[in-house]
């Protein structure tokens, strides 16, 4: 539908036009698709936000995986938020 509704439009697809089934029913809203090379799009910023959580699986090996996570900090130490601020 999100793809039908941009070509009727005349314009490309943008970040939160196509939204998927696990998208939809996560609540927390912890699933997010989107171009990471849309500077001004809703991932750029959620991955701009949280950039210091984010990591890719096997990144040492240099394999540039277009998937990122996030990691749950568990334990937080108060001195290290000052740091990070």
């Known amino acids: 539908e999100g793809k039908l509704t941009a070509k009727r439009e005349g314009r490309r697809l943008k970040d939160g036009d196509i939204r998927t089934a696990c998208q939809t029913a996560c609540p927390t809203g912890a699933i997010v698709f989107g171009d990471m090379n849309n500077n ?28 990122r996570y996030t990691m749950k900090v568990n334990n937080r130490n108060a001195d290290l938020d000052k740091i990070l601020s």
């Open 40 to 67: 001004s799009g809703d991932l750029a910023k959620k991955m701009k936000e949280k950039e210091e959580l984010l990591y890719r699986v096997i990144e040492e090996t240099n394999s540039d995986a277009s998937v």
